[in-house]
T-cell receptor, first 117, second 114 residues
C-alpha cells in the first residue's frame, strides 16, 4: 500500500526568505501523480502544484517549485520569497495514475508553515 | 465562476440525531468526494462518487451514507451521530484524468456532536 510521510509537523520562515517542505512516499507504482495542497486559516484546501511521475522536469508555479527525486521517492516543495499569505498547512498527496475506479488520494499528515514578518 | 459550496459552515447536534451535510458544485464534475479532517489523522476519505447513481465507500465509511441523484450534489448523511464523528468535513470534486486529477475543495463544515 502507498504511504506519504511529511516529517516536519511545523516550520517557520522569515518573510522574503526561502523554505523547503519535505515529503517522501512509498509505492511500487511507476506511473502516478504527486500534489501539494495548501490549507490556509480560512480552511479551504487549494492545489499549489502537481507533478506527473513520468515527467523528469520539476514542476514550477510562480514562487512554488518542487524537487522531485523519483528514485529516492522524494517530493519536496520550495517556496521562494515567502509571503505572509503563505502561512498555512501544507499537505503532500499521492495518486496512482490510470487507476480506473480506484483513483484515491493518499495524504500526508501535513506541515504547518508560519511566515513571520 | 464555478464553485463548490458546503453548508452549513458550522453545525452542533446531539448524539443519536440524523444529520445531513450539503455539497453542491457548479463545475459539472463527475467525481465527488467526502473527507473528514482530524488532528493526527490528516484527511480520510469517507465516500466518493464517479457519477450519477454511483457511490463507493472510502476508508472510514461506517456511520455515513451518500446518494448521488444529480451531477451537482453529493449530500453526506450521518445516520445516528456519535461523538466520534465530531470533525471538519470537506467535500471535493474533480474532472478526473483529463484535468490531471486536480481536486477542488469546499470550505468545510465544522460538526460538533455533543
Amino acid at each position: 500500500a502507498q504511504t506519504v510521510t511529511q516529517s516536519q509537523p511545523e516550520m517557520s520562515v522569515q518573510e522574503a526568505e526561502t523554505v523547503t517542505l519535505s515529503c517522501t512516499y512509498d509505492t511500487s507504482e511507476n506511473n502516478y501523480y504527486l500534489f501539494w495542497y495548501k490549507q490556509p486559516p480560512s480552511r479551504q484546501m487549494i492545489l499549489v502544484i502537481r507533478q506527473e511521475a513520468y515527467k523528469q522536469q520539476n514542476a514550477t508555479e510562480n514562487r512554488f517549485s518542487v524537487n522531485f527525486q523519483k528514485a529516492a521517492k522524494s517530493f519536496s516543495l520550495k517556496i521562494s520569497d515567502s509571503q505572509l499569505g503563505d502561512t498555512a498547512m501544507y499537505f503532500c498527496a499521492f495518486m496512482k495514475k490510470n487507476a480506473g475506479n480506484n483513483r484515491k488520494l493518499i495524504w500526508g499528515l501535513g506541515t504547518s508553515l508560519a511566515v513571520n514578518p | 465562476d464555478a464553485e463548490i459550496t458546503q453548508s452549513p459552515r458550522h453545525k452542533i447536534t446531539e448524539t443519536g440525531r440524523q444529520v445531513t451535510l450539503a455539497c453542491h458544485q457548479t463545475w459539472n464534475h463527475n467525481n465527488m468526494f467526502w473527507y473528514r479532517q482530524d488532528l493526527g489523522h490528516g484527511l480520510r476519505l469517507i465516500h466518493y462518487s464517479y457519477g450519477v447513481q454511483d457511490t463507493n465507500k472510502g476508508e472510514v465509511s461506517d456511520g455515513y451514507s451518500v446518494s448521488r441523484s444529480n451531477t451537482e450534489d453529493l449530500p453526506l448523511t450521518l445516520e445516528s451521530a456519535a461523538s466520534s464523528q465530531t470533525s471538519v468535513y470537506f467535500c471535493a470534486s474533480s474532472l478526473g484524468l483529463s484535468d490531471g486529477e486536480k481536486l477542488f475543495f469546499g470550505s468545510g463544515t465544522q460538526l460538533s456532536v455533543l
